[in-house]
């Protein structure tokens, strides 16, 4: 079992910057992907980036691509999203995910079996 607990949401205007983090209880973190994902009102939950267990793979959507970053420190748990040069589109709530194996697609919601309570994001023009 693993739980998940983020931080970092918040009303930014367009062009800032974010760090999302994500902390999980649990000896086993570091034998997890994590994944983020993320829900704008109205809309359906959509893949943004994911990280193998060891954090020398990462994946991004093309959306976010050049502009967020994931990353994480097992020492401490925990996996982060770097969100650079924020946009009003990125608004969104977004959620953390662990996966128990790194596979193709990261990008299916159905690959991960824990999730975050979401953090709300909002960037204004």
């Known amino acids: 079992q693993v739980q998940l607990v983020q931080s970092g949401g918040g009303l930014v205007q367009a062009g800032a910057s974010l760090r999302l983090s994500c902390a999980a209880s649990g000896r086993t973190f570091s034998s997890y992907a994590m994944g983020w994902f993320r829900q704008a009102p109205g809309k359906e939950r959509e893949f943004v980036a994911a990280?193998?267990?060891?954090?020398?793979?990462?994946y991004y959507a093309d959306s976010v691509k050049g502009r967020f970053s994931t990353s994480r420190d097992n020492a401490k748990n925990t996996v982060y999203l770097q969100t650079n040069s924020l946009k009003p589109e990125d608004t969104a709530v977004y959620y953390c995910?662990?996966?128990?194996?790194?596979?193709?697609?990261?990008?299916?919601?159905?690959?991960?079996?824990?999730w975050g309570q979401g953090t709300q994001v909002t960037v204004s023009s």
């Open positions: 990280i193998s267990w060891s954090g020398g793979t990462t």
């Open positions: 995910a662990a996966a128990r194996s790194w596979g193709h697609p990261m990008s299916s919601r159905t690959r991960y079996d824990y």
